[in-house]
């Protein structure tokens, strides 16, 4: 037995390893194209490899999970044990969201930031008002975007 998992599913595993095209990105995705905007993905010559890059607009739009951007909602909680591990890991994340925020920004892109707890759990905004204010923010001369859930 020498390869149990398809192509197809190493290639999803590996994603999620990643952090790409989790299904939080997919729904903003999906949103936004049905909205019809276009867009490129995972730009790797942009600071952050950002999820989304819209360069009619001069934007980018991450995709975080809660968990492992340390997010300050209902979805991030401390794990139990490793309690060192874990604060460097995600404080590490944090440290290097921010700094990669203002690369971009001193670079002329506009950066929004949609968190999972917009689009799942208890918090979750309904999906047409997560693509209304990305498309709002889009059409905007603003720079920053911060899309999160209500808890
Ligand atoms: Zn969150």
Redesign the pocket.
Known sequence: MADVHSRAVRSKNMSRIRGQNTQPEMIVRRGLHAAGFRFRLHDRKLPGRPDIVLRRYNAVIFVHG?FWHG?D?A??RWPATRPDFWRDKIGGNRARDTRRTADLLNAGWRVATV???ALKGRGRLPGEEVTGKLATWLHSTSDRLDL??TV
Do not use: A, I, K
């Open positions: 809660c997010h909602c979805l991030f968190w999972e707890c999160r859930g």
